[in-house]
């Protein structure tokens, strides 16, 4: 069974920088962030497979980078120059296959989430 834990979550003004962690227990094959903002659908962030491949949406490319330690056991995402629409609960998410997909159908665990507040 793979448990996640998120932390991190917080305010921050526009233009700063916020690091989002998870602790996950279990084996996996690919790991991910999702956010999901009030009234809108969750989608998906940034995943990274157990090859080390990565994909970031192009909402967030080139300001948030997803990454994870040697063993897989902690996830990061670092969040720069964030701006006001980046407003979300985000969540960690994980597959015990290797999916190249941003369906959150395709992860079948999932953390509780922590919320990123961004204000202008």
């Known amino acids: 069974q793979v448990q996640l834990v998120e932390s991190g979550g917080g305010s921050v003004q526009a233009g700063g920088s916020l690091t989002l962690s998870c602790t996950i227990s279990?084996?996996?094959?690919?790991l991910a962030w999702f956010r999901q903002a009030p009234g809108k659908e969750r989608e998906g962030v940034a995943r990274?497979?157990?090859?080390?491949?990565?994909k970031h949406a192009e909402s967030v490319q080139g300001r948030f980078t997803i990454s994870a330690d040697s063993a897989r056991k902690i996830l990061y995402l670092q969040m720069n120059s964030v701006k006001p629409e980046d407003t979300a609960m985000y969540y960690c998410?994980?597959?015990?296959?290797?999916?190249?997909?941003?369906?959150?159908?395709?992860?079948?665990?999932w953390g509780q989430g922590t919320q990123v507040s961004v204000s202008s």
């Open positions: 998410a994980a597959s015990t296959r290797a999916t190249m997909s941003f369906a959150t159908e395709d992860y079948n665990f």
């Open positions: 990274t497979l157990y090859n080390g491949m990565t």
């Open positions: 279990g084996n996996t094959r690919t």
